[in-house]
């Protein structure tokens, strides 16, 4: 015989179970999941797929091969375009057996379950759009001033510099006034290519405003290197053609202009960098276009920023 539950004890259980769930700052909760389920129906493994608009993930497996023979498999619909399936695996057939006497109380589980992965679900969703900008994929401001003070310890601990490369568009203000907002895009979305395509994987490029970058180059031996990546980045990116329109062939080139500062002799905090930053942008676009500019205080005492 399966084991036999006082209903009001399973379903304390359960709630209290989706509870700590749902206030778990976990951002897995896959486990969790598991044990309960091993803790009251005795499976032997879990596996739980995602099926979004069509295209199935597995999002947990524990199982071994050898020791998957036995499934109940249960489906559940969370939205138009999204569903969970469970598959609870069994060693032997016998505890296949038992539970499938009396399936209510695991099917009652896994709906109230497939919820919390749900919730989880949008969490990590909403968390993604959060530190995420949406057009170029790149991380945004949200993001840095999340994970920036770990940076600058890894920096300090090792002894290594920090490059910070502002980069901004050239004249972009006269793109959206001769194109489109659209056409703005296009430019934008095609130097978040090129900065992504032209720098180390440990590196990181961050939106920091509608048209705007930086680019942080982590572990900088000299700072020669920092200025060489910003016009190896300038000269790649005048050469890229933006199409206007499709059906003439028209097509935009553009140039960027690069402000660079470092970590830590230009500052100590991410505010003071990125001021400086600013400052060097302002005054490599002051000197034309396609320059790169290395922020220094006796050179940039005389700017007048306003």
């Known amino acids: 015989m399966g084991k036999t539950y006082k209903m009001s004890n399973f379903y304390e259980t359960i709630t209290q179970l989706s509870h700590n769930l749902s206030i778990s700052e976990k951002q897995e909760i896959f486990d969790d999941i598991f044990e309960f389920l091993q803790s009251n129906f005795h499976i032997d493994a879990l596996k739980i797929y995602l099926k979004k608009n069509g295209i199935s993930s597995s999002v947990f497996d524990n199982s071994d091969e050898e020791n998957s023979k036995f499934f109940y498999t249960y489906k559940t619909k969370l939205t138009n375009s999204l569903e969970l399936t469970f598959g609870i695996i069994f060693k032997n057939e016998n505890k296949l057996d038992d539970l499938k006497k009396d399936t209510t109380n695991i099917n009652i589980s896994l709906d109230i379950l497939s919820m919390n992965i749900y919730t989880k679900h949008l969490e990590n969703t909403i968390s993604d759009i959060l530190i995420i900008d949406l057009l170029t994929g790149c991380y945004n401001r949200t993001y840095l001033n999340h994970y920036i003070r770990s940076i600058f310890s890894l920096a300090l601990r090792e002894g290594k510099k920090i490059a910070f490369l502002k980069i901004g568009i050239d004249h972009f203000k006269a793109v959206l006034d001769e194109f489109n907002y659209e056409i703005g895009d296009r430019v934008i979305k095609k130097l978040s290519e090129v900065l992504k395509a032209g720098i180390r994987d440990s590196d990181l490029v961050i939106k920091v405003s509608n048209d705007a970058f930086l680019v942080l ?48 002799k230009d500052g100590e905090d991410l505010d003071t960098i990125i001021k400086k ?30």
């Not at 031996?221 to 028209?250: R, S, W, Y």
């Not at 400052?279 to 050179?299: H, M, P, T």
């Open 217 to 264: 180059l982590q572990n900088i031996q000299e700072e020669e290197n920092a200025l060489f990546v910003a016009n190896k980045l300038i000269d790649t990116f005048k050469k890229e053609k933006i199409v206007i329109n499709l059906d003439t062939g028209q097509v935009l080139m553009k140039t960027i202009c690069v402000g660079i500062t470092f970590y830590p």
């Open 277 to 306: 930053s600013d400052i060097a942008i302002r005054e490599a676009k002051n000197k034309g276009r396609s320059i790169a500019f290395v922020f220094s205080e006796d050179e940039t005492s005389k700017i007048e920023l306003f």
